[in-house]
């Protein structure tokens, strides 16, 4: 009898709460949403969240307003957004420092790259291994011939000690058998000055600090991350025969546990969103490729980028989270 009657009870309850998220999910976004970027404004992350936003409010008839919550080298902001409420209201700019270098690397990060729904990727820094324009190798495969054959005698301009630049290309020396000396520099822009005054061989950078001088005959490219239009005759890593992920990328995330239904929405305009020319376009402008890939093939790309940073910051001792 007893079972009977808590069967009444409860099976009313559980349609009731069904049928409301169903309902929420539907009428969903009812109010505004805050996209989060976890580094200050005017950077790429920042950029890359705004002009999301401003195509999302067209398409979700709600206004997206981007949060630059800083601290931390980005743990902050990625702190908080993996923390917030999962109901579609709090979205945040995913990139591989704050979605795979940060939970790797910084003690009692407390949250993981699974800490998040991935809804969709949207852009590409296609990063590229620079030189000088004089250098005498054609391709990054001619560069590590010649590293072989006299193990650090060349220098590569590391971006930033902790960059995920710095530690891609760390990956890349390992699983080659490249030995370089490595001398830091606190930016993009020092690294690139460095190999253009002579004061280092190569470096790995975001198409913000090589693109400029690329086009003006100062430098030239030894290998891209992946194929572009605007370096047609650049080779790829991958087609110089090394594998990995050497580009980087900006994409839409929420909070784990985000409804399904919410997410699904937020993919398909996001989806029209990367279709838009206007889009395209703003996105170039910053020295950037439009990309959609749908959750589904980002999180492999992502778990494959996660397998190698985990690797090398293994054997630089510097992995504190497993």
């Not at 790309?301 to 510097?318: A, N, R, S």
């Amino acid at each position: 009898m007893f079972k009977k009657v808590l069967a009444v009870l409860v099976v009313p309850c559980l349609l009731t709460l069904c049928m409301g998220m169903l309902v929420s999910a539907a009428e969903y976004p009812d109010k505004p949403i805050q996209l989060v970027s976890p580094f200050g404004a005017g950077g790429d992350s920042d950029l890359t969240a705004r002009v999301w936003a401003e195509f999302a409010k067209e398409k979700l008839g709600q206004p997206v307003v981007v949060v630059n919550k800083t601290g931390g080298g980005g743990l902050t902001g990625s702190l908080f957004a993996a923390r917030a409420k999962a109901d579609g209201y709090t979205l945040f700019l995913g990139q591989a420092g704050p979605n795979i270098i940060i939970p790797l690397t910084v003690k009692g990060a407390d949250y993981n790259f699974d800490s998040f729904e991935y809804i969709a990727r949207i852009m590409v820094a296609n990063c590229a291994a620079v030189a000088p324009a004089d250098a005498p190798w054609k391709n990054l495969k001619e560069l590590a011939e010649a590293a072989k054959k006299e193990p650090r005698k060349y220098i590569f301009a590391s971006p930033a000690a902790t960059s995920w630049l710095t530690f891609a290309m760390r990956s890349w020396f390992s699983k080659n058998g490249v030995q370089m000396k490595i001398v830091e520099y606190k930016s993009g822009g020092e690294a690139a000055a460095a190999v253009m005054g002579g004061h280092a061989h190569m470096t790995f950078l975001f198409p913000q600090n090589y693109s400029s001088m690329t086009s003006a005959g100062k430098m030239k490219i030894l290998a891209m991350g992946t194929k572009s239009e605007l370096y047609p005759e650049a080779p790829t890593f991958s087609e110089l025969g090394y594998q990995g992920n050497y580009y980087g990328w900006g994409g839409i995330v929420a909070p784990k546990g985000t409804p399904k239904e919410i997410l699904e929405k937020l993919g398909k305009v996001t989806e029209e969103i990367t279709k838009n020319p206007e889009f395209v376009k703003a996105i170039k402008n910053m020295q950037a490729s439009p990309d959609y890939t749908s959750g589904e093939a980002w999180v492999k790309q992502i778990k494959d980028q996660y397998g190698e940073m985990k690797q090398v910051l293994t054997d630089m001792g510097i992995a504190v989270n497993q």
